[in-house]
C-alpha cells in the first residue's frame, strides 16, 4: 500500500523568502506524485505533478517541485513567497502501474507567510 | 468551461439518515472520484466511476455507495449516518482512468451529522 508523509504541519516563511513544503513517499514500482493546494472552504486546486522524465517540475503560480528517487521525495518550491501562498498544501502519490487513479495524500502543511 | 461542479454546499442531518450528494464533472471529462476530508486531514479516497460502473474502491463501508449517470455526472450516498461521517466531501475528475492525469476537484459539500 502507498502512503505519504508530510513531515511539518505549518511552515511559516517571510513574503519574499523561499518556501518550501517537503514531502516523502512510499509505493510499489515507479510513482505518479502530485501536488495540491487548498484555500479556506474551497476544493483542492491543481499546482503540478511529476509522471516521468525531468525531475524538475514546473508548475502553476511560480511553484516548482523536485523529484529524488532516491530519498523517494518530491518537495515543493517557490523561489520568492507571496503572502497569498498562505494556504494548505497537499502531496499526493498513486502507482505509475496501478488501474484506476486513486490519489493517496499526505496529513497536510499549512504554509503561512508573513509580510 | 465550467469546472467540478457539486451540491448541496452544506448539509445538515441527524444520525442513522440516509444523504446523496451529487456532482457534475469538469467537461470533457469520464471519470470521477470521491474523497471524504475529515478536519485537519488529508482527503481519503472512497470510489472511482467511470463508464458508469465503480472500478476502484477505498477502505469504506458499503454505507457508501454511488452511481455514475450517461453524462458523467455521479451521486455519493451514504446510508445510516453516524457523527464520524462529519466531514467534507470532494468530487474529483479527470479524463480516463488509465492514465498519470490530474484531477480536478469541486469546492467540496461540507457534511455535518448531528
Known amino acids: 500500500a502507498q502512503s505519504v508523509a508530510q513531515p511539518e504541519d505549518q511552515v511559516n516563511v517571510a513574503e519574499g523568502n523561499p518556501l518550501t513544503v517537503k514531502c516523502t513517499y512510499s509505493?510499489?514500482?515507479?510513482?505518479?506524485l502530485f501536488w495540491y493546494v487548498q484555500y479556506p472552504n474551497r476544493g483542492l486546486q491543481f499546482l503540478l505533478k511529476?509522471?516521468?522524465?525531468?525531475?524538475l517540475v514546473k508548475g502553476s503560480y511560480g511553484f516548482e517541485a523536485e523529484f529524488n528517487k532516491s530519498q523517494t521525495s518530491f518537495h515543493l518550491k517557490k523561489p520568492s513567497a507571496l503572502v497569498s501562498d498562505s494556504a494548505l498544501y497537499f502531496c499526493?502519490?498513486?502507482?505509475?502501474?496501478?488501474?484506476?487513479?486513486?490519489?493517496?495524500f499526505g496529513g497536510g502543511t499549512r504554509v503561512l507567510v508573513k509580510p | 468551461d465550467a469546472g467540478v461542479t457539486q451540491s448541496p454546499t452544506h448539509l445538515i442531518k441527524t444520525r442513522g439518515q440516509q444523504v446523496t450528494l451529487r456532482c457534475s464533472p469538469k467537461?470533457?471529462?469520464?471519470?470521477v472520484s470521491w474523497y471524504q476530508q475529515a478536519l485537519g486531514q488529508g482527503p481519503q479516497f472512497i470510489f472511482q466511476?467511470?463508464?458508469?460502473?465503480?472500478?476502484q474502491r477505498g477502505n469504506f463501508p458499503d454505507r457508501f455507495s454511488g452511481h455514475q449517470f450517461p453524462n458523467y455526472s455521479s451521486e455519493l450516498n451514504v446510508n445510516a449516518l453516524l457523527l464520524g461521517d462529519s466531514a467534507l466531501y470532494l468530487c474529483a475528475s479527470s479524463l480516463s482512468a488509465l492514465t498519470g492525469r490530474e484531477q480536478y476537484f469541486g469546492p467540496g459539500t461540507r457534511l455535518t451529522v448531528t
Open positions: 509505493v510499489s514500482g515507479n510513482p505518479y
Open positions: 467537461s470533457g471529462h469520464d471519470t
Open positions: 511529476y509522471i516521468t522524465g525531468d525531475n
Open positions: 499526493a502519490v498513486r502507482p505509475y502501474k496501478a488501474a484506476g487513479n486513486k490519489l493517496t
Open positions: 466511476y467511470y463508464e458508469e460502473e465503480e472500478r
